[in-house]
């Protein structure tokens, strides 16, 4: 198959590459768009066929369940669910957070395909706030299941030429809307309504939890004034009850390691290693470690989280394609989005896939 690119760099193209991917989405086709967060392999949520030409893609098995994107708050009625115990915080988050990289699991509609569950009882389903994105969704005028744009378990693509790299020659266009803003997947919360109503005896609104199933662009820190914030397990074990959350994701195909301490690190002789450092500074203790091939810097100097994040995947994937034997990761702090990169680091290491 040819992949077609079509780019956004004008007016006049970014019209023709909107009108490309909407005709293609009513012909069922699975298509690469960018989004905010990295970019989406999407399909008609509603068009099971569709819907398994991303599975095809992707090389994803069945039971990992996608992400429903919606043209419009009120489209949310379509998919999910939303009980009355639950629509003050849905309000409340959609209100602060959509569009944006905030996914919500609530009870799912009957009407959405089983392929797009996994036959769960919950959906997932989030707003986009990618202009050419929302542009397209809006034409299409329904919800597209779309989960990232690479082949199942790799590294996430946060351009078009990433994308190309992952499934070119497998899907028919990639529309290119440049490097995406955030650089992480969205954050996945599950709600839970506050224990025996939402006031207390004295009139008093109570929280309700916010439950974060995986880390990303919206951090434990910002949802924290909406609800009492349960954070995910450090673990990179499967979560149990959440399908798709598996150990191993996100791997390049070099061996990674995380070295939590410089002290854990014997380089082999003959061996070419490559370092993801967060500041890339001489007294964090692993620039000096070794004679390193390749040194990739998230932050360079200054340490800021949003920097690193933009530049996450983009740098693992650099570093992949080095021609090194190793990658080893520093350890990112493990606060706001170093939480989200450090779980990515995690599932990516060689030692998740091995079961650990
Ligand atoms: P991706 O779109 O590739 O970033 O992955 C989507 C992820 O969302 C899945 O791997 C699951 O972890 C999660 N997810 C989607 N739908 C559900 C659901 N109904 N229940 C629990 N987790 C879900
Ligand atoms: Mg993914």
Same mark, same amino acid.
């Given at each position: 198959? +040819?992949?077609?690119?079509?780019?956004?760099?004008?007016?006049?193209?970014?019209?023709?590459?909107?009108?490309?991917?909407?005709?293609?989405? +009513?012909?069922?086709?699975a298509i690469g768009l960018p989004t905010e967060?990295?970019?989406?392999?999407?399909?008609?949520?509603?068009?099971?066929?569709?819907?398994?030409?991303?599975?095809?893609a992707k090389g994803r098995p069945k039971f990992d369940p996608l992400i429903v994107h919606l043209p419009s708050k009120a489209a949310l009625a379509d998919i999910a669910v939303v009980t009355e115990e639950l629509e003050t915080i849905v309000n409340v988050l959609t209100t602060q957070f959509?569009?944006?990289p905030l996914t919500i699991l609530l009870p799912r509609k009957p009407g959405v395909p089983d392929?797009?569950?996994?036959?769960?009882?919950?959906?997932?389903?989030?707003?986009?706030?990618?202009?050419?994105?929302?542009?397209?969704?809006?034409d299409f005028g329904r919800p597209l299941a779309a989960p990232s744009a690479n082949r199942f378990g790799r590294?996430?693509?946060?351009?078009a030429a990433a994308v190309l790299e992952e499934l070119g020659g497998l899907i028919p266009l990639i529309v290119d809307g440049g490097a995406c803003g955030r650089g992480l997947e969205s954050t996945i919360v599950r709600l839970e309504p506050p224990e025996d109503g939402n006031v207390t005896a004295r009139g008093k609104k109570k929280k309700a939890r916010i439950e974060i199933v995986r880390a990303g662009s919206i951090t434990a820190e910002d949802l924290k004034n909406f609800g009492i914030v349960i954070r995910p397990k450090r673990s990179a074990r499967a979560v149990p009850g959440?399908?798709?959350?598996?150990?191993?994701?996100?791997?390049?195909?070099?061996?990674?390691?995380?070295?939590?301490?410089?002290?854990?690190?014997?380089?082999? +002789?003959?061996?070419?290693?490559?370092?993801?450092?967060?500041?890339?500074?001489?007294?964090?203790?692993?620039?000096?470690?070794?004679?390193?091939?390749?040194v990739a810097v998230l932050s360079p100097g200054?340490?800021?989280?949003?920097?690193?994040?933009?530049?996450?995947?983009? !740098?693992?994937?650099? !570093?992949?394609?080095?021609?090194?034997?190793?990658?080893?990761?520093?350890?990112?702090?493990?606060?706001?989005?170093?939480m989200a990169m450090m779980d990515r680091l995690r599932r990516a290491s060689t030692q998740a896939a091995d079961g650990e």
């Open positions: 198959m +040819n992949t077609e690119i079509a780019t956004t760099e004008s007016p006049e193209s970014t019209d023709i590459a909107v009108r490309t991917a909407v005709q293609m989405l +009513n012909a069922g086709e967060t990295v970019y989406g392999l999407a399909a008609d949520a509603f068009n099971e066929e569709a819907v398994g030409k991303i599975f095809e959509w569009p944006g392929i797009v569950t996994a036959g769960l009882d919950t959906v997932a389903v989030r707003m986009s706030e990618h202009p050419v994105f929302r542009k397209i969704i809006k590294i996430s693509p946060t351009s959440a399908p798709g959350q598996l150990a191993s994701h996100y791997a390049p195909g070099t061996r990674l390691r995380v070295l939590d301490d410089p002290g854990d690190f014997t380089p082999e +002789n003959g061996k070419r290693y490559g370092l993801l450092s967060f500041r890339g500074e001489a007294e964090d203790g692993y620039l000096s470690l070794t004679h390193w091939s390749e200054s340490g800021k989280m949003v920097e690193a994040a933009i530049r996450f995947f983009f !740098l693992l994937r650099q !570093l992949d394609h080095s021609g090194v034997d190793e990658i080893i990761a520093e350890p990112i702090p493990d606060r706001g989005l170093g």
